[in-house]
């Protein structure tokens, strides 16, 4: 654990050489990154660690910004330089930092990306409304997510748990079982985990980049490797599109057959991939 402010932060650490930090996604924690964590581990400084409000970490109060959280656990942990890899929201984060330290970044992966100022299209909320919220109605979710029910009703945190897992991890057109049964199985804990600190904990206000990540990705100079899983969601898929065709420097790797987590549900062909570019830089 390490107090950054008023928070303690989870985080794991291993390693020596060039610092290369990852960075979970929203539907996860940091126990997503446990292959490339140890194979990495081998050839450098890998720090990976849970967002506030996620995993080990405190919760998410008061008002906060998660790239500054990042860019904080990096002078605590006296890192001048990293290279990031940001799963889905992590990705967003790691951009978000990028823009706002850039002397400090010498590297992207993002898996999967989030970006800041980005407004999810119409069909995007369709989806994610039929195949997740409508599991439990978006009345109780609501309800839920403003701390208006004292007590969790258990099934409709498992229903809930195991349907975002099947949408986001296998991909709108697979199911579970499409996944090894522990990938099944860790994904499914750390999204009912998140959900259930969502419901119950306290509600901070995150704080995003101003001016936003969209608009600004020409200004990127590091190289960027774009990986993305071809079964993700549609939408989620076009804004990985738009990172590796604006950001000057990028290259992509596709894995079929994958949907959002790549680094749990690939970890020899994800870990293969980012080696690969890291021994480019």
Known sequence: MIRLGDTEFGYDEAGSGPAVVLL?????DRRMWAHPFRV????????????????????????????????ALLD???VDQAVLVGS???GKIALDATLTAPERITALTLVAPGLSGHVWPPSMAARYRERVHDVIGIDRLRSYRAGEVETIDVAELEAYA????????????RTRDDLDPQVWELALTMDRLLNERSWTGPHGSARGLVPPAK????????????????????????VSDLLAREIRKARRVDLPETGHLPPLERPEEFTAALTDFLATL
């Not at 979970?24 to 996860?28: F, K, R």
């Not at 195991?162 to 057109?173: D, I, K, R």
């Open 76 to 78: 605590a942990l006296g």
């Open 215 to 238: 608009g600004r990705l020409t200004e990127v100079e590091v190289p960027i490797l774009v990986v993305t899983g071809l079964a993700d969601v549609p939408e989620i898929l076009e």
């Open 40 to 71: 990495l581990s081998g050839r450098y400084r890998v720090i990976r660690y849970d967002w506030r409000g996620y995993g080990e970490s405190g919760d998410a109060t008061g008002e906060f910004a998660h790239h500054e959280d990042l860019l």
């Open 162 to 173: 195991a349907a975002e897992t099947e949408f986001l991890v296998a991909g709108p057109g």
């Open 24 to 28: 979970h996604a929203g539907c996860a």
């Open 88 to 90: 889905s929201d992590g």
